[in-house]
């Protein structure tokens, strides 16, 4: 989480969110920026891992939605 505020609301409703809901949406970034860049889908996951750094890890398991579909 490179530049993110680990200590703000909006980073603490994020995990609160990962934590609580089955689905995560993934997105593109524009990179070096948190700008996004478009839609790569909506997965299912598990094995949530929240580093002492704020770093988050989780293994996608299936694509529950595509945006080209």
Do not use: C, H
Not at 8 to 28: D, I, T
Not at 43 to 69: H, M
Request: net charge neutral; no cysteine.
């Amino acid at each position: 989480m490179n530049g993110a505020k680990l200590d703000g609301k909006r980073y603490q409703e994020f995990v609160e969110a990962l934590r609580n809901e089955p689905l995560v949406v993934m997105q593109r970034d524009v990179p070096g920026k948190f700008d996004r860049d478009g839609y790569i889908g909506v997965f299912t996951f598990k094995d949530l891992s929240i580093g002492k750094d704020g770093s988050i890890g989780l293994s996608l398991v299936e694509r529950y939605a595509d945006p080209k579909n």
